[in-house]
């Protein structure tokens, strides 16, 4: 349901007549400020042991370099008290944990201290169903029914409410494709998922990863994606400042952007035919 | 003591009687003579007596005189004047008919319907235009539009080329009350916004009004656009048509029964793969409409028309996407004269707007719809000379579908589901007054009442504490509350009902025949809404009644201005000021998604709205060059408070601009006719750019770059302005032939403006650095149009 406005935005674009053209506009740039992007993984199949969070703060809009943010002391702790340290691979403003212990339906608590502030965040780990084996393409799909186009299949649980990311790393973009679902409309069935692109062609390696997210993390990710771009044009919604789940503790108005989230990962790879 | 009293009473009553027998009625209708169409706002003047009057939309006027000998004069612009001499006696029954002026070199009339400006009458903030005007302003691809054409007019914008609707006064798209032949129109774009739904051939005048809305009109906050379909040559069956260079049109007309009833049925139709590069494409864009009308006079007294409406659109995007919509009346009116003085229209309508979509890659087919059972009856009472009255009542029933799911195939994981559907009854009771106090002053005062009532069947949400959004303190954002539980309404019984008394007044006063000062101030309520958070509304968005958590929303508007003829009524010029505020105007928390949505009201946030502004009109009314040039300076904003101390609200609670406000809006707007052969038109726009949100900085999240934004349409695309030409040739003007053609050549967009409908800020696939996109709509466009008529 998510996507319907990017697919209209997309046919209107059709109209022979508009164009898009790269433009640069003068913009100021805000005070930076702290982004922790603590992403818990679990993809199905490892221990999850080795996780990283990543600290950095915002810069200009045509700034190509993304300031990393060195020094702060990560914890992330269970319901039971585990401690699991993140210790920084100096001046990379990366933080790796190689022992960290995942559960389903654990909640988890991150605590970053940096420069005397402290900001936490709490999220429940959450499973996420497999990627069935039929992958299938078809090499007359997407927009205009000349592209190559992918769909994978999963299961939806009728028990609950669910919602699942999906990121698709391919060699046509330079970043991951993401998009966030729910299943408000599809309790308990067997889920479709399609990735198409006009530059797709055979040999091309994709990459799909599907989490299970919690509700306010899917609120967030939509939030984000057009944030990001990904549901622009002329029908867009109104984009504003997307904050995510992680509180400073010290000194309230001053949040930190990103969020901590802890998924299960189901990865499936597919070579193009 | 008491004598005196009876005498006094007595006198009253006799010197009453006196009064109203000595006074008799002139009353009938005023046509067209080559067509028999009937003409709306013609001028009915009696120098001697100096009293006038204008026929209503049905060409009907009265008038009361002492009884006598007079000369009356009927005008209308780009008509001959009638002089007749008259000789009242009794209560007389006079139609006339009148002659479009010729179009000879020395006296060359554009038809502009809005010439003159009105000096004496208090209706003001109101626009109107006739469909030769419209017909010679130069249009995209030569496609005739009339929503294009009152984008001209001050106060008047729309969010960007090719957006759905438009906006008065900086009031919303959903604003507008857009009646044609007294039907809703809920949608009015064909081709998403390229064209408008109305087939300029069929209709016959339009009326815009911004502000000053007499309480007759109802239901909406921001405007009334009153649009009329022709009746029908009740003489001879005439064809006339176009071939454009999206979409032709062909009309027919012609009698039922020669002088007493006739018929027009007009169709369009666009052709199918126009909109795509790739003519191999399966893919197609297409629209077609229907429009019919029949009328019939019974007799003097009792006259009846059916018309209705059918258009639809269609976007076939072969395996990916499809989507339609259509808007759909049909409306049986009764125009009957009680008296000479009591003229009354009843009427029923029925209206719909539907719209599908199927998208391959969610796997749903889903449809929503509105449609409503529409009940009217109006009297004009021409009490006398100085005072009319009009009165009536209006009923509406609607029906809301927000959505049937089914899944779009065998394979799709979409259930098959309904969103509830809503019923709802609007009714309203109306009476106003044009009252002429003195010869200076003119009155038009009067009252509407509106109620709505909300009905079963219907399961109704129970929240916590009755809050339908929730507010976390500690992450600082708004998220959808889940019900506790519902309550069930069986059919029809009341859910929740609202009324409000509705205000109306208009004055002017004429500082001499050339120059008046008119003042106005309404109140209006609006009871359905059209859910949409986008930067523009899209045919997507749904429309929505009131209940509990979406207030109706309420209007009031002052505004003052200054009306003036030059030269004879050479030239005229208006000037306005207006104020308007809007309370309980929703706004949507951030990144609600609306589509499909099984509670709105989760999403929801109460605020408010205001506009204010300044508009400027200089009309040039005669002679071989015609036009006006219109400005507007305004500012229409809106804010949304948190509930609380500890709530934000949006945008921090403060003003923001909505994302349709424009500060400077200037438009150009000429004819010229060079000979008989030859004409011109040209138009020349300038606005400041729409309100947009930029972003201050941007992050790194999970390997994508997410923009940050700063505070809510702080920016403004760049100006928007574009220069267009038409010329029109008529080979033969003198033809003596039943067959007579026309060629419209036209260019949009002159230079070659590329003018921003958006920007979008994303990462470019290829390098992954963040870039700034402009996309523009229209480029330089030429047309060519033929019409003809037979």
Redesign the interface.
């Known amino acids: 349901m998510k996507n319907i406005l990017r697919y209209l935005v997309i046919s209107c674009c059709l109209f022979p007549l508009a164009c898009t053209k790269v433009v640069e506009v003068d913009l100021e740039t805000a005070e930076p400020k702290l982004v922790i992007d603590a992403s818990i993984d679990w993809i199905k199949g490892t221990a999850g042991n080795e996780q990283k969070i990543k600290l950095s703060t915002t810069t200009g809009y045509y700034n190509p370099v993304f300031p990393a943010v060195s020094g702060a002391d990560i914890v992330v702790t269970n319901s039971e008290n585990t401690v699991f340290s993140f210790v920084e691979n100096a001046g990379t403003g990366e933080y790796i944990c190689s022992n960290f212990h995942p559960v389903i339906g654990e909640t988890y608590t991150l605590k970053v201290v940096l420069h005397g502030e402290t900001y936490t965040a709490t999220e429940t780990c959450i499973a996420a169903p497999d990627i069935e084996n039929n992958i299938e393409q078809n090499n007359a799909g997407g927009f205009g029914g000349d592209e190559v186009e992918i769909s994978y299949y999963y299961q939806d649980n009728g028990n609950e409410e669910n919602y699942y990311l999906h990121r698709i790393v391919s060699p046509v973009s330079t970043f991951p494709d993401y998009k966030a679902e729910d299943d408000g409309n599809s309790q308990g069935n067997l889920m479709q998922e399609y990735f198409s692109d006009k530059d797709l062609k055979p040999g091309d390696m994709i990459n799909i990863r599907l989490y299970g997210i919690s509700r306010r993390y899917y609120d967030y990710f939509r939030k984000l994606l057009t944030a990001s771009g990904a549901g622009g044009g002329p029908f867009q919604t109104t984009p504003g400042q997307v904050r995510g789940n992680i509180i400073n503790q010290t000194h309230f108005a001053n949040f930190a952007y990103g969020y901590f989230r802890v998924s299960e990962v189901d990865v499936r790879d597919y070579t193009v035919r | 003591m008491r004598y005196k009293i009876i005498y006094a009473l007595l006198l009253i009553t006799t010197s009453f009687r006196a009064y109203s027998q000595e006074k008799v009625t002139l009353s009938g209708t005023i046509t067209i003579k080559t067509n028999t169409e009937t003409i709306s706002g013609a001028s009915i003047f009696i120098p001697a007596a100096k009293v006038s009057t204008v026929t209503n939309a049905y060409g009907f006027y009265s008038i009361t005189l002492p009884r006598g000998e007079y000369t009356i004069v009927i005008s209308h612009v780009g008509f001959e004047n009638i002089e007749e001499h008259i000789m009242l006696t009794g209560n007389t029954r006079k139609d006339f008919s009148m002659l479009e002026k010729s179009k000879t070199l020395d006296e060359v009339v554009v038809k502009y319907n809005n010439s003159a400006s009105n000096i004496r009458k208090p209706e003001m903030s109101v626009n109107k235009l006739s469909i030769a005007t419209v017909k010679k302003m130069p249009a995209v691809m030569g496609e005739v539009d009339i929503l294009k054409a009152i984008l001209q007019l001050p106060g008047v914008s729309n969010a960007?080329e090719?957006?759905t609707g438009f906006n008065v006064r900086g009031g919303p798209v959903d604003g507008n009350l857009i009646l044609l032949d007294e039907a809703v129109v809920y949608n009015t774009s064909h081709l998403?916004g390229?064209l408008s739904v109305f087939n300029a051939d069929v209709i016959k005048d339009l009326k815009l009004y911004k502000g000053g809305i007499p309480a007759s009109f109802g239901g909406r906050t921001s405007s009334v656009l009153d649009i009329y379909q022709k009746e029908g040559n009740n003489k001879e069956y005439h064809l006339t048509g176009g071939i454009g260079a999206v979409s032709s049109r062909l009309l027919a007309e012609g009698p039922i029964v020669k002088d007493k009833g006739s018929f027009v049925v007009a169709g369009r139709a666009s052709y199918g793969h126009l909109?795509?590069?790739?003519a191999d494409?399966?893919?197609a864009?297409s629209f077609y409409d229907l429009n019919a009308k029949l009328n019939y006079k019974i007799n003097d007294n009792n006259r009846i028309f059916l018309s209705g409406y059918f258009g639809k659109d269609n976007?076939d995007?072969?395996?990916?996407?499809r989507?339609n919509y259509s808007n759909s009346f049909f409306n049986l009116r009764w125009n009957h004269v009680f008296s000479d003085k009591l003229f009354s229209n009843a009427s029923v309508i029925y209206s719909k707007y539907n719209y599908g979509?199927k998208?391959?890659?969610?796997?749903?087919d889903w449809v929503s719809d509105i449609r409503n059972y529409n009940l009217k009856y109006n009297f004009s009472h021409h009490l006398s000379d100085k005072l009319v009255l009009n009165y009536g009542v209006n009923s509406i029933y609607y029906q809301f579908n927000p959505g049937t799911?089914k899944p779009m195939d065998a394979?799709?994981?979409?259930?098959a589901?309904q969103i509830e559907k809503k019923y709802a009854w609007e009714n309203a009771l109306y009476i106003s007054a044009d009252h002429q106090l003195t010869d200076q002053i003119s009155l038009n005062y009067g009252l509407r009442y509106s109620s709505f009532l909300r009905l079963g069947e219907q399961h109704v949400n129970n929240y916590a504490g009755d809050q339908a959004v929730l507010f976390n303190p500690?992450?600082?954002?708004y998220?959808e509350a889940r019900p506790v539980s519902t309550t069930h309404y069986d059919k029809n019984r009341k859910i929740i009902d609202f009324g409000n008394p509705e205000p109306r007044l208009a004055v002017s006063y004429a500082l001499n025949d050339h120059q008046s000062i008119k003042a106005s101030y309404n109140r209006m309520s609006q009871y359905i809404h059209l859910i949409s958070?986008?930067?523009?509304v899209?045919p997507?968005d749904i429309w929505a009644p009131s209940d509990q958590y979406l207030k109706p929303e309420i209007l009031d508007q002052v505004a003052l201005g200054y009306f003036r003829n030059f030269s004879n009524g050479k030239y005229s010029l208006e000037a306005e000021a207006f104020y308007k505020k809007t309370q309980n105007k929703a706004d949507?928390i951030?990144?609600?998604?609306l589509?499909?949505h099984?509670a709105i009201e989760q999403v929801l946030l109460n605020g408010e709205a205001r506009a204010y502004g300044l508009e400027l009109m200089l009309k040039k009314n005669t002679g071989k060059l015609t036009g006006w040039l219109s400005y507007t300076l305004s500012r229409a904003e809106q804010r949304t408070p948190g509930r609380n101390a500890e709530e934000p609200g949006i945008n921090r609670g403060d003003w923001y601009r909505a994302?349709y406000d424009k500060t400077h809006n200037l438009s150009l707007t000429a004819a010229y006719q060079l000979s008989r052969k030859w004409s011109f038109g040209g138009i020349f726009t300038y606005q400041t750019g729409k309100a947009a949100?930029?972003?201050?900085?941007?992050?790194?999240?999970?390997?994508?770059?997410?923009?940050?934004?700063?505070e809510?349409?702080i920016n403004s695309l760049p100006a928007y302005h574009h220069l267009d030409l038409s010329a029109t040739y008529t080979p033969k003007p003198d033809s003596k032939k039943r067959w007579k053609g026309e060629w419209v050549f036209s260019i949009y967009n002159v230079y070659n403006r590329?003018n921003?409908?958006?920007?979008?800020?994303?990462?470019?696939?290829?390098?992954?650095?963040?870039?700034?996109?402009?996309?523009?709509?229209?480029?330089i466009?030429p047309g060519v149009t033929y019409n003809f008529r037979f």
Not at chain 2, 533 to 536: E, F, G, I, L, Y
């Open positions: 960007q090719g957006a998403f390229f909109f795509l590069k790739l494409n399966p893919n864009v976007m995007f072969s395996n990916f996407f989507n979509l998208i391959k890659y969610v796997g749903i799911i394979a799709s994981p979409v259930n589901g500690e992450l600082q954002i998220e958070n986008t930067a523009s899209s997507l949507y951030d990144g609600a998604e589509i499909a099984r994302n949100t930029y972003p201050i900085g941007k992050y790194q999240y999970q390997g994508i770059t997410v923009a940050n934004y700063g809510r349409n590329s921003a409908a958006s920007l979008m800020f994303e990462q470019n696939r290829e390098t992954g650095l963040s870039e700034a996109k402009r996309i523009s709509i229209f480029g466009i």
